[in-house]
């Protein structure tokens, strides 16, 4: 049997995943090639600490280039067009031909039609979270607006968690009087697709610290010389400080790829992430999968990773002649920070009928170590 090459787009989550699974189970007559734009990979749940200065960025951040030791083609580059008729990838210059087809671009950020929002802080970037963090450090008091301009966004839970870890943050510099805290989001309630009862413990940590929560609040301007978001239904709130969720969107190699068809994001098949297309994959956050509920699978590493294990060890078993039954069932976990050395934790099973079940576990030192735990693994056993 020839060697057979397969190509892995986007080195986050989902991509490192793929390439170690699939280099650990092929031998190396077959190619394993792993494409990102950038060659450091940081981790994303850590983001909310870097705000804090809990952590710097290169500590959570590791070169996708070391990943050469272990056998692993890294090719560094901006991905211009994925040619599924061809079975080829356009780096720049470079033509990639494969013969499987891992796509884990995850989401693209901007602004969308939300004039005024390019000027708000996020922490939904290294950059952003770390440029956050100095701008934290001068602030002596005002109005806090956590505003989720639009969904989907990554990680349903991490603006909840940004609320209330600033809320911890500003009680260890005494300046929790001087600062209103709140969150706005379009959504009704807290993590809609957790169901109502976790939106409901979400709201209730959120009241506990005195952060007030504003929902149905679709973000439709931000206008920086008056320091005012101007909401869809007109009501206006004004600010200090503005941190905020970009808006997301998939990239613009996919959306210029045949891979999408009217939608926003890619169809898949839910259990094999299969796309309509031989022998290409779809994974992580670039996808859309409906749920029984009506909602869609949140874009979460957590089920980037469990994806990508799925794809790999099917892709593994059609090249060797081995099992190709492996399936994503929808299961996934995620911390919940809260501050005082505490997380909670939440579990669920998103493929459930009729609606996802999920339990959100209160806030407690175990989650918190866990967490810290899993950075430490994540950063480890992946490069
Ligand atoms: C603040 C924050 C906290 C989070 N916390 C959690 C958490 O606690 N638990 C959890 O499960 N999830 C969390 N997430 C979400 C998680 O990070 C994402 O869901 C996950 O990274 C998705 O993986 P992915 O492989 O789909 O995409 P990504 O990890 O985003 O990887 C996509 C890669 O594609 C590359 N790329 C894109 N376009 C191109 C191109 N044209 N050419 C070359 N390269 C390209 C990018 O550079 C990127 O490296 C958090 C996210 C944020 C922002």
């Known amino acids: 049997m020839a060697g057979k090459t ?3 787009l986007g080195g986050g989550v989902g991509g490192v995943v793929v390439a170690n699974r699939l280099r650990k189970l092929l031998n190396r007559e077959h190619r394993v090639v792993l494409i990102d734009r950038n060659v450091w990979h940081s981790f994303a749940p850590s983001y909310t600490w870097v705000m804090l200065g809990w952590r710097r960025g290169n500590r959570i951040s590791r070169d996708l280039r070391g990943l050469a030791r272990k056998g692993i083609d890294f090719v560094a580059g901006e991905i211009t067009a994925i040619d599924l008729a061809n079975k080829r990838v356009e780096v720049g210059e470079q033509r990639i031909p494969y013969d499987y087809l891992v796509v884990s671009l995850g989401a693209q950020y901007g602004t969308g039609n939300i004039n005024g929002l390019g000027q708000a802080w996020t922490f939904y970037s290294l950059e952003g979270a770390e440029g956050l963090h100095e701008e934290l450090s001068r602030f002596q008091g005002g109005r806090v607006a956590v505003v989720i301009s639009s969904a989907p966004y990554r990680c349903p839970a991490a603006p909840y968690e940004g609320a209330l870890l600033l809320d911890y943050y500003f009680r260890n510099r005494r300046l929790r009087e001087d600062v209103e805290l709140r969150v706005f989001t379009p959504e009704p309630f807290p993590l809609p697709v957790a169901g109502k009862a976790v939106g409901e413990q979400v709201m209730e940590l959120l009241a506990g610290r005195e952060i007030w929560f504003s929902p149905e609040m679709q973000l439709r301007s931000v206008d920086n010389q008056k320091n005012r978001l101007v909401f869809a239904d007109g009501t206006e ?29 890619v169809p898949v098949n839910r259990e094999t992430l299969a796309t309509e297309f031989e022998n290409v994959f779809a994974i992580g956050d670039v996808t859309a999968i409906p749920l029984a509920s009506g909602l869609m699978l949140p874009k979460a590493g957590v089920f980037a990773h469990a994806e990508a294990e799925v794809v790999a060890r099917n892709i593994a078993g059609e090249i060797k002649g081995g099992k190709t039954e492996w399936v994503f069932g929808g299961q996934g976990a995620c911390f919940l920070e809260t501050g005082y050395h505490k997380a909670g934790y939440a579990t669920g099973h998103f493929y459930a009928e009729p609606a996802p079940k999920v339990a959100l576990r209160q806030p407690s030192f175990l989650w918190h170590w866990a967490k810290i735990g899993f950075e430490k693994l994540w950063l480890r056993r992946w490069f």
Not at 239 to 263: W, Y
């Open 6 to 8: 397969v190509a892995i």
């Open 237 to 265: 709130s004004p600010f200090d400080l503005l941190i905020a969720t970009p808006v997301h969107s998939a990239p613009q190699v996919v959306r210029q790829s045949a891979l999408l068809d009217k939608g926003q994001w």
